[in-house]
């Protein structure tokens, strides 16, 4: 009894806020409800109302008017941090300014739980413990460290060989490395590169070995995340046990089929081969008419997946986009066919089933209080998520 008291009496200090706003999007229902109310207490989602509803004595309420609520958005494929940086540039031991400041900038645009996919030196595991611990200012990450990959392949040449093999013992024992080193997850690259304009990349790690990859991972209560290009690539990633497919370019019927009855998740990472295509067209580079062709390919086979019945979950690989701009995701999305409703289900419940969190993802008791504002209703302008005028993290105004 003297426990339950002891707990009452903690819980009834913690910090309690009221936000009100015109309307909310309920995002699991798929419905624009009017004059929310929800009440924050401490880190979490007390409640969630509509209508008049007294604030709690004591509470801070905060009114955002016309605004329209969302609950913060989830980036399932970002590179934040990339490498250790020299000792005066560090913001934190480990963490350089510029990984610091795409953090906050991150957050700022209203993704306030990212999955960070892939550095060297640890420096996502730093990143991600400073911001748990407060030391600074960014979204809820789960990192992966460096990626596993064959030498010569994507994940050698943009990780440095952090985590090569060759063979089905080596791929275990790098998997065992990355998860005592503090991995959230592991990652790994069947084939294909950043953006691939060959349509029949070649495939570096077979299927048996990313299965001693995913069970490796798997005896940790972790999942895969395979960088995948190609058919060879994708076939190989799900034959073997991933969790996901990223950026799945080239992906086809008989593909899409075989993700859709295993339930293996789609991370298209689309909006970045348009920012490629603009830059390569801009600076007049000779491979432009290339990249565009192979950019117009992969997304119309997305259309053609996704209406397959394939699962979405939205990731942008920021790094190769502006960190801060990850919205732009929602409307590439939308253009290439999918209601706005499903795209922001991508960036919200669909990622949180994703990334194995069951408490973000939807404003609703019990949730953590992740919750972002916009000035319109974005069923109707999903461009309003570029511009996110308020953001919740963890209970804390962070933008306002």
Same mark, same amino acid.
């Given at each position: 009894?003297?426990? +339950? ?5 903690? +819980? ?6 009221? =936000? ?10 798929? %419905? ?5 109310? =929800? ?13 008049? @509803? @007294?604030?709690?004595?004591? %509470? ?5 008017? !016309? ?7 989830? *980036? ?13 540039? $560090?913001?934190?031991?480990?963490? /350089? @300014?510029?990984?610091?400041? !795409?953090?906050?900038?991150? $957050? ?8 960070? +996919?892939? /550095?060297?030196?640890?420096? !996502?595991?730093?990143?991600? #413990? ?35 093999? /060759? #063979? ?10 990355? =998860? ?6 592991? &990652? ?15 495939? *570096? ?33 799900? #034959? ?29 990472? $689309? ?8 830059? %390569? ?9 290339? +990249?565009?062709?192979?950019? *117009? ?9 996704? &209406? ?24 590439? $999305? ?12 991508? %960036? ?9 969190? /069951? #408490? ?6 019990? &949730?953590?209080? !992740? ?27 962070? @933008?306002?």
């Amino acid at each position: 009894m003297m426990t +339950l008291l002891v707990l009452l009496a903690a +819980l009834s200090q913690e910090p309690v806020t009221v =936000i009100r706003a015109r309307a909310m999007l309920d995002v699991r229902g798929g %419905a624009l409800r009017e004059r929310p109310v =929800i009440v924050v207490r401490g880190d979490r989602i007390e409640s969630v109302s509509f209508g008049a @509803k @007294k604030a709690p004595r004591g %509470a801070t309420v905060i009114d955002l008017g !016309d605004a329209v609520l969302l609950p913060g958005l989830i *980036d399932a494929h970002v590179h934040l941090a990339w490498k250790p940086s020299p000792q005066d540039e $560090l913001a934190v031991p480990g963490v /350089s @300014k510029q990984a610091a400041d !795409d953090a906050r900038t991150t $957050l700022l645009a209203g993704f306030t739980t990212v999955r960070d +996919l892939g /550095s060297t030196g640890r420096a !996502d595991l730093l990143l991600r #413990d400073a911001i748990a611990s407060g030391k600074l200012t960014g979204p809820r990450m789960l990192a992966a460290g460096p990626g596993l990959g064959a030498p010569g392949g994507a994940c050698d040449q943009v990780f440095g060989g952090e985590a090569t093999a /060759s #063979d089905d013992a080596g791929f275990v024992t790098r998997t065992e490395e990355v =998860i005592a080193a503090g991995a959230d997850l592991v &990652k790994v690259c069947t084939g294909g590169g950043v953006v691939p304009v060959n349509p029949k990349p070649r495939n *570096d790690v077979t299927a048996a070995q990313v299965r001693g990859i995913a069970d490796a991972a798997k005896r940790h209560g972790l999942r895969l995340a395979a960088h995948a290009q190609g058919p060879d690539a994708i076939n190989a990633a799900i #034959d073997g046990g991933a969790a996901s497919i990223e950026h799945g370019g080239y992906i086809d019927a008989a593909i899409a089929k075989k993700m859709r009855e295993k339930n293996v998740w789609l991370v298209p990472t $689309l909006y970045r081969l348009d920012f490629v295509v603009d830059n %390569a067209v801009q600076n007049k580079a000779p491979n432009a008419a290339t +990249l565009q062709t192979a950019r *117009d390919t992969m997304q119309q086979q997305f259309t053609e997946a996704w &209406k397959a019945g394939v699962p979405v979950a939205f990731g942008t690989d920021a790094t190769v986009i502006p960190h801060g701009t990850n919205a732009r995701e929602l409307s590439t $999305l939308v253009r290439l066919g999918m209601p706005p409703l499903e795209a922001i289900r991508a %960036a919200t419940t669909n990622a949180a089933a994703l990334l194995g969190i /069951s #408490d973000i993802g939807e404003l609703a008791a019990g &949730k953590r209080a !992740d919750i972002i504002a916009v000035a319109a209703d974005p069923l109707r302008e999903i461009t309003t998520l570029e511009r996110v005028r308020f953001v919740m993290h963890d209970g804390r105004v962070v @933008k306002r």
